[in-house]
């Protein structure tokens, strides 16, 4: 069953239709304001982390854990990406730009076709060189906080589903 987005009222909350069809509040206001909810609903979320470095990616992971998401990897290059996106279930991924030598393109591009949303954290401030799928994606400058994380991961869901 597809999930649909409502909205009720110019300050009232989001929601969204489960897999099961039930109605649950999202706690994301238009004004920008969030409850401690709000991280509730990223809960059993499957999130890849593709990112090369290791100490970001465990990170990342434990800010992941923490909003009690499943973390998938980290995958720490592009071969670990494509196969962790073929071969697990992910509601979601978050990219770093560069996973070592290669672009993240070829994961961005196998994620953009199975309808799976994307953000791209990166610590580059101009992506112009990069393919229009990565600049259209939604971005996550690095260094990042946790509230960023939960900020950008709820509206890429929110804007997917």
Not at 16 to 24: D, L, T, V, W, Y
Not at 66 to 74: D, I, K, R, S, W
Not at 79 to 95: G, K, S, V
Not at 142 to 160: A, G, M, Y
């Amino acid at each position: 069953m597809s999930r649909k987005l409502h909205r009720l009222g110019a300050l009232g909350p989001r929601t969204a239709r489960g897999k099961s069809g039930e109605m649950r509040q999202r706690e994301i206001w238009t004004d920008g304001t969030m409850s401690r909810n709000t991280q509730n609903s990223l809960r059993g979320r499957r999130v890849l982390v593709a990112e090369d470095e290791f100490l970001i990616g465990k990170l990342i992971g434990r800010m992941l854990q923490h909003l009690e998401c499943t973390v998938v990897g980290p995958a720490h290059n592009l071969p670990e990406a494509l196969q962790a996106i073929r071969t697990n279930d992910i509601d979601a991924a978050l990219l770093d730009v560069q996973l070592g030598d290669a672009d993240v393109y070829p994961a961005a591009k196998e994620l953009d076709r199975r309808n799976i949303p994307f953000v791209v954290a990166t610590g580059y401030r101009d992506l112009d060189r990069s393919p229009q799928l990565l600049r259209d994606a939604p971005r996550l400058t690095k260094p990042f906080n946790e509230q960023q994380l939960v900020d950008i991961l709820t509206s890429t869901f929110v804007r997917r589903h």
